[in-house]
T-cell receptor, first 110, second 112 residues
Framework: SQQGEEDPQALSIQEGENATMNCSYK?????LQWYRQNSGRGLVHLIL?????REKHSGRLRVTLDTSKKSSSLLITASRAADTASYFC??????????FGKGNQVVVIP | EAQVTQNPRYLITVTGKKLTVTCSQN?????MSWYRQDPGLGLRQIYY???????DKGDVPEGYKVSRKEKRNFPLILESPSPNQTSLYFC???????????FGSGTRLTVV
């Protein structure tokens, strides 16, 4: 079932700015994951946050999770042209299945 | 190199002609899954497998079959393809879903 819903669905920013995307979901989860997809290519796993975690960092990525609001955010700091991609959140409800959102398209203008 | 390999990358076929999209991973992963991606709908899970001979339906299994006879391979079979199965298909694998999945490069299928 479709779980995550990303917001905004399209984002255009200047290189060097920060990009923030949000994801909302409906049911209880074990963890939430973020993936990146460059145009027409496979998805790349970026970061995973467990349901008992509130914030996680990986390089220029920062993910937060608010289980009371059933929402997560992905922040990309100091964006680069190479960050231009679609970003998907995916929720793991504990049944070995991932439910993906529709995705966020991010364009970083050099 | 650790990877998930799908073949073919592109396929145009006619309605009703049986086809198989292969997926192979070299990481000894137990979990494998198939997704289709359509504009405006994101990724939807077709089938998944937790180990050899263990498969289960995802959200959109109609019109598809899978098998998992060996750990490394997880082919997707369309017995009688229809135009509404025109889509971008991804195979993914994981040793432990708690650590995320590795995706293949995708197969763009067009059924005319």
């Amino acid at each position: 079932s479709q779980q995550g819903e990303e917001d905004p669905q399209a984002l255009s920013i200047q290189e060097g700015e920060n990009a923030t995307m949000n994801c909302s979901y409906k049911t209880s989860i074990n963890n939430l994951q973020w993936y990146r997809q460059n145009s027409g290519r496979g998805l790349v796993h970026l970061i995973l946050i467990r349901s008992n975690e509130r914030e996680k960092h990986s390089g220029r990525l920062r993910v937060t999770l608010d289980t009371s609001k059933k929402s997560s955010s992905l922040l990309i700091t100091a964006s680069r042209a190479a960050d231009t991609a679609s970003y998907f959140c995916a929720t793991d409800e504990g049944n070995n299945r991932l439910a993906f959102g529709k995705g966020n398209q991010v364009v970083v203008i050099p | 190199e650790a990877q998930v390999t799908q073949n073919p990358r592109y396929l145009i076929t006619v309605t009703g002609k049986k086809l198989t999209v292969t997926c192979s991973q070299n990481m000894n992963h137990e979990y494998m899954s198939w997704y289709r991606q359509d504009p405006g709908l994101g990724l939807r899970q077709i089938y998944y497998s937790m180990n050899v001979e263990v498969t289960d339906k995802g959200d959109v299994p109609e019109g598809y079959k899978v098998s998992r006879k060996e750990k490394r391979n997880f082919p997707l079979i369309l017995e009688s393809p229809s135009p509404n199965q025109t889509s971008l298909y991804f195979c993914a694998s994981s040793q432990n879903p708690l650590y995320g999945y590795t995706f293949g490069s995708g197969t763009r299928l067009t059924v005319v």
